[in-house]
């Protein structure tokens, strides 16, 4: 059974500093794309960043040199760090998988708005306020 479960979320200051954790598990190989998503309160699911098999990531411009995705294959966690962190970006935080080539993954997180239904597999999310 395929779980994606994130972890890392909390309350901090406008600034600082978060990193999410999201272990995957039941994947019977690793899952080629791999995002992180959010979704600001009373406002649509937005795309954060993706990283594909061959290590190449994706950001969009609201988080662009502030976040950074990696991947440790050894642990089969995703990650996202989250520096400088401000207001906007208040939000619960998902993690998706799925098996996407570069292009299709890419395109995914970029989309304006997020098909939930372009992902098979979710997280259950995990909360992160900053305030100011």
């Known amino acids: 059974q395929v779980q994606l479960v994130e972890s890392g979320g909390g309350s901090v200051q406008t600034g600082g500093s978060l990193r999410l954790s999201c272990s995957a598990s039941g994947f019977t190989r690793r899952a080629s794309c791999m995002g992180w998503f959010r979704q600001p309160p009373g406002k649509e699911r937005e795309g954060v960043a993706a990283i594909v098999s061959d290590g190449n990531t994706k950001y969009t411009d609201p988080v662009k040199g502030r976040f950074t995705i990696s991947y440790d294959d050894a642990t089969n966690n995703l990650y996202l760090q989250m520096d400088s962190l401000k207001p906007e970006d208040t939000a619960t935080y998902y993690c998706?998988?799925?098996?996407?080539?570069?292009?299709?993954?890419?395109?995914?997180?970029?989309?304006?708005?997020?098909?939930?239904?372009?992902?098979?597999?979710w997280g259950q999310g995990t909360q992160v306020t900053v305030s100011s």
């Open positions: 998706a998988a799925d098996y996407h080539t570069s292009q299709v993954c890419f395109f995914a997180v970029a989309s304006p708005v997020v098909q939930v239904g372009f992902f098979n597999n």
